[in-house]
């Protein structure tokens, strides 16, 4: 079991910068990779980023990349995501996810996830 808890999101002006922090929980950190996931209001969950379980890979949502920055500290089983220059078609709640299948690539596709958090709203004033 895994527990994952998301914190961070909140009110934001165009252009603006947030950090969300995903703290884990049950397993080993270092044994799983994560993910970043969003969801906006009416439409269906879409992959932001991806880390592998030491850091050494990461991947990117083309909407995303050169403004997000997926990172995580494994001494503090935590993992973050630093957005910056947000856009107001950001504003989602962004849920975190642990992959724990022994992969050597970080994959894309939510239901390979296999524990969620609750989620964090982020919203981008324009």
């Known amino acids: 079991q895994v527990q994952l808890v998301e914190s961070g999101g909140g009110l934001v002006q165009a252009g603006g910068s947030l950090r969300l922090s995903c703290a884990a929980s049950?397993?080993?950190?270092?044994?799983?990779?994560m993910g970043w996931f969003r969801q906006a209001p009416g439409k269906e969950r879409e992959f932001v980023a991806g880390?592998?379980?030491?850091?050494?890979?990461?991947n990117y949502a083309d909407a995303v990349k050169g403004r997000f920055t997926i990172s995580r500290d494994n001494a503090k089983n935590t993992m973050y995501l630093q957005m910056n220059s947000l856009k107001p078609e950001d504003t989602a709640v962004y849920y975190c996810?642990?992959?724990?299948?022994?992969?050597?690539?970080?994959?894309?596709?939510?239901?390979?996830?296999?524990?969620w958090g609750q989620g964090t709203q982020v919203t981008v004033s324009s």
């Open positions: 049950g397993r080993t950190f270092s044994s799983y990779a």
């Open positions: 996810a642990a992959d724990l299948h022994p992969r050597t690539t970080v994959v894309t596709s939510g239901p390979l996830y296999n524990y």
């Open positions: 880390i592998s379980r030491y850091g050494r890979s990461t």
